[in-house]
Structure formats: C-alpha cells, structure tokens
C-alpha cells in the first residue's frame, strides 16, 4: 500500500510552530526510509541502520544516502548509536 506524506504546520523541540517542509524534495526512497525509522522510533524510541536497513529491505548504501538527506532537511536526527524523528513537520497516512 502506498503512503502519502504532506505537510503540517509542527512544533520543533522548544514548541515553538514551525512552518512544514517541502516534503516533495524527498523521493519515494526517502519516504519509505522515513516511515521504516517513525515506525521503529515509535515502539523503541530510536533505531540503529541495520535495522532501517532490514525493514526497508533495500541495500546499506541506499539507506545511508537516504539518512544523510533527511538528516539535512532535519526530518531525522542522530541519537547515540543511531537515529530519532526530527522535527514533526508532516504526517505520514497508509
């Protein structure tokens, strides 16, 4: 089933409003890398790359590129080992 992310106005970690991304300067890929982080960070509070990596069932180096992108555009961040939701600037619908 496929997704479709749009943006919201959310809140950074002080909860001030932010004004949402340009969610469409994300590709399918990041999306769906996205969702494989959310989904984990929701049940564990972070994730690490091997496990991103297994549910997304693409190879280490398309996740790590991916990362990279949305770590710049602050969607996710590194925390310890591994990697938490930035801040909440779209919703994710299935």
């Given at each position: 089933m496929m997704s479709k992310a749009h943006d919201v106005r959310g809140r950074d970690v002080q909860g001030r409003d932010v004004q949402g991304h340009d969610v469409q300067a994300l590709s399918d890929v990041d999306?769906?890398?996205?969702?494989?982080?959310?989904?984990?960070?929701?049940?564990?509070?972070?994730?690490?790359?091997?496990?991103?990596?297994?549910?997304?069932?693409?190879?280490?180096?398309?996740?790590?590129?991916?990362?990279?992108?949305?770590?710049?555009?602050?969607?996710?961040?590194?925390?310890g080992d591994g990697y938490a939701l930035g801040e909440h600037t779209f919703e994710v619908e299935y």
């Open positions: 999306i769906h890398v996205y969702e494989a982080v959310a989904s984990q960070v929701v049940e564990s509070g972070g994730t690490g790359l091997g496990a991103v990596v297994r549910a997304c069932g693409l190879t280490e180096e398309e996740v790590r590129e991916s990362i990279e992108r949305l770590v710049g555009h602050g969607y996710v961040v590194p925390r």
